[in-house]
């Protein structure tokens, strides 16, 4: 079976924190995720990796930064954590073209 | 740019009921679609997916998705709801891969079934 792991299941954090939320993933798969989950607004994708040391920004990356030095591991960074940061963190990994993403199990981030 | 759009973010159908939750999509490439759904708590599980093979495709739980380029369409529909299929239901589109590889998905679909 796919494993994608989070590092936190919860987190809090106090504003203008430096926030590092982890993700690896045991597939070998080229393209990682990460997306923040919000009532209402479905999935939105902060940035996408399709290669180490590549990436790529998604419909919300202001205040996120993202690393890729393993093709496993796929960071994303909250420089200074702020609450509207306050959300569902979903890491998601997937292989070749067309085939379907395995999710994490979200960090549930609070920022106070 | 690929993008989706699910309308109705709820749905109320009786047990033994239709089900029909609708998914446009916009894509500048011919797209690989999927719908997932996400179980209270649980994480996200796909459902189907369409990968330009046929354009009617089967899923699990008794779920299916027909494609339809000329209306831009992946609606899902389930001919007899389940107590155990309220969930919540998302749409997703990718272009191809590398830096056109990212996966969009849509707001969502909270599915609710009365007894």
């Known amino acids: 079976d796919v494993k994608v792991t989070q590092s936190s299941r919860y987190l809090v954090k106090r504003t203008g924190e430096k926030v590092f939320l982890e993700c690896v993933q045991d597939m070998d798969h080229e393209n990682m995720f990460w997306y923040r989950q919000d009532p209402g607004l479905g999935l939105r994708l902060i940035y996408f990796?399709?290669?180490?040391?590549?990436?790529e920004k998604g419909d919300i990356p202001e205040g996120y930064s993202v690393s890729r030095e393993k093709k496993e591991r796929f960071s994303l960074i909250l420089e200074s954590a702020s609450t509207n940061q306050t959300s569902m963190y979903l890491c998601?990994?997937?292989?070749?073209?067309?085939?379907?993403?395995?999710f994490g199990q979200g960090t549930r981030l609070t920022v106070v | 740019a690929q993008s989706v759009t699910q309308l109705g973010s709820h749905v109320s159908v009786s047990e033994g009921a239709l089900v029909l939750l609708r998914c446009n999509y916009s894509s500048s490439v011919p797209p690989y679609l999927f719908w997932y759904v996400q179980y209270p708590n649980q994480g996200l599980q796909l459902l189907l997916k369409?990968?330009?093979?046929?354009?009617l495709v089967k899923g699990i739980n008794g779920f299916e998705a027909e494609f339809k380029k000329s209306e831009t369409s992946f609606h899902l529909t389930k001919p007899s709801a389940h107590m155990r299929d309220a969930a919540e239901y998302f749409c997703a589109v990718s272009g191809y891969g590398g830096s056109q590889g990212n996966l969009i998905f849509g707001k969502g679909t909270k599915l609710s079934v009365k007894p």
């Open positions: 990796s399709y290669d180490v040391k590549m990436k």
């Open positions: 998601a990994s997937r292989g070749r073209l067309g085939t379907e993403a395995f």
């Open positions: 369409y990968t330009s093979a046929a354009t």
